[in-house]
């Protein structure tokens, strides 16, 4: 006599226990996203404001000329005197060195947000080229993880860590899809944690929350003119390819260049010598480069597009090469900011040199393939330079393209130096 056993009904208890598990995540998210994206244009509206009035209000009462050389030399210098003051004096002093910082990482002690923010606001106003994403990002995580370990301690620190990180790169760029990218390479290297998809939920529902609310009170966009790509060919990709490598090696220079200049500046060992000087250096260069070598870079970008074939390859040149090395004195000497968007620029003039050298090639892939380039270079993130590339081209057809182009480029600076610095000053690889 035989038993027949049936199979144990399947339980019903592993998704419910996952819905219990992301759906007390979905307010705490869209808090974090909200707030981390008004801090973020908050910060960003001053910046603006107070950039106004330095460039604009202040040489027009003065009778000077707001980009005239004796106004950039004399407003940077001032700009690394005023920088140095916080470091030196606020409590926290504006947090560790920028230079061994990248996008995210631990939170800072609450204390250290007024200074940093505040640095910040100077360095963006004053025209030093670094961009707002470091110290947003980082302002924000040690705000959300402070908050939030208060007001919901069943929630892990590194969620909200996530959460904060995941909203202001919503805010950021306009658009959750980058934050996903983004956080999909470091949640990638942690198996065991359930599907990545599920621990992603609530960094998206952040990140959807802060870049609905930048969408809605402001209008961020890296939409900057360029002409659209329509049926690639096989010279689109032989361009891609060629371009991405070479904007590869160019920003790698920067990066090899990265622990000297940092050293050098670290030799004056305090704030008030190491930001003035590297603020009258900064005043040099903007007074060699012009002013579109000046402040963070998206602004500039789309102003150079705007002139599109009006640059000399000469010009296109002077502005590649003034903006690393301004980027690289002033990731050096102390200043706070975040490297993306002056890579950006650095990015835009190389495209636009190589489509001026060799006018057959389209703009579009000119660009997207040079920025995406040195983004590799300075950030090693490969995601967001994919990301970046495409949105400034605004074309569907470049994706396929820059794929292609980020695997040369990716050879050429994976297990070279970064531009970021571990805490005893030596190069990140």
Excluded at 99 to 107: D, H, K, V, W
Excluded at 288 to 304: I, M, R, S
Excluded at 333 to 349: D, N
Aim: proline share 8%; with cysteine; aromatic share 8%.
């Amino acid at each position: 006599m035989t038993t027949d056993h049936a199979p144990p009904a399947p339980s019903p208890s592993a998704p419910e226990s996952q819905l219990r598990l992301l759906l007390p995540q979905i307010l705490p998210a869209l808090v974090v996203g909200v707030a981390a994206s008004l801090l973020f244009l908050g910060i960003s509206a001053l910046a603006e404001q107070f950039e106004e009035v330095l460039w604009d209000d202040l040489p027009d009462a003065l009778g000077i000329g707001g980009f005239s050389s004796l106004w950039m030399i004399s407003m940077l210098t001032a700009t690394g005197i005023a920088v140095g003051l916080v470091v030196w004096k606020f409590p926290g002093h504006a947090g560790p060195d920028p230079a061994a910082e990248g996008l995210g990482g631990a939170p800072f002690a609450p204390g250290v947000v007024p200074g940093l923010l505040v640095a910040s606001v100077l360095g963006l106003a004053g025209g030093v080229s670094l961009g707002p994403e470091n110290p947003i990002i980082a302002a924000n995580i040690a705000l959300a993880y402070w908050l939030g370990r208060k007001a919901q301690p069943s929630l892990p620190g590194a969620a909200w860590v996530a959460l904060a990180s995941a909203a202001t790169i919503g805010a950021l760029f306009g658009t959750p899809v980058a934050a996903a990218l983004v956080l999909s390479e470091a949640l990638s290297a942690q198996p065991g944690r359930g599907s990545l998809w599920d621990r992603l939920f609530a960094p998206l529902v952040a990140a959807g929350a802060g870049a609905m609310t930048a969408q809605l009170l402001s209008t961020p966009s890296f939409d900057v003119g360029l002409p659209p790509l329509t049926d690639p060919g096989f010279g689109d990709v032989l361009a891609a390819l060629v371009i991405a490598s070479a904007a590869a090696v160019f920003g790698l220079a920067a990066c090899y260049l990265f622990p000297y200049a940092h050293a050098a500046f670290q030799r004056l060992r305090h704030p008030m010598l190491m930001l003035p000087l590297g603020g009258l250096v900064l005043g040099l260069l903007g007074a060699l480069g012009g002013h579109l070598t000046l402040f963070k870079g998206l602004a500039e970008v789309k102003e150079l597009t705007s002139a599109l074939g009006s640059w000399s390859s000469g010009e296109l040149a002077k502005f590649a090469v003034v903006k690393l090395l301004a980027l690289l004195v002033a990731a050096s000497c102390g200043f706070v900011g975040g490297r993306i968007f002056p890579a950006v620029f650095i990015g835009s003039s190389f495209g636009l040199l190589a489509q001026a050298l060799v006018p057959e090639v389209n703009p579009s892939v000119a660009v997207s393939s040079a920025v995406l380039g040195v983004l590799l270079a300075t950030t090693r993130q490969g995601w967001i330079s994919l990301f970046t590339g495409a949105v400034l081209a605004g074309s569907p057809d470049i994706i396929a393209l820059l794929c292609l182009a980020s695997l040369p480029a990716w050879l050429i600076v994976t297990g070279r130096p970064q531009l970021e610095l571990d805490h005893q000053g030596h190069a990140l690889h």
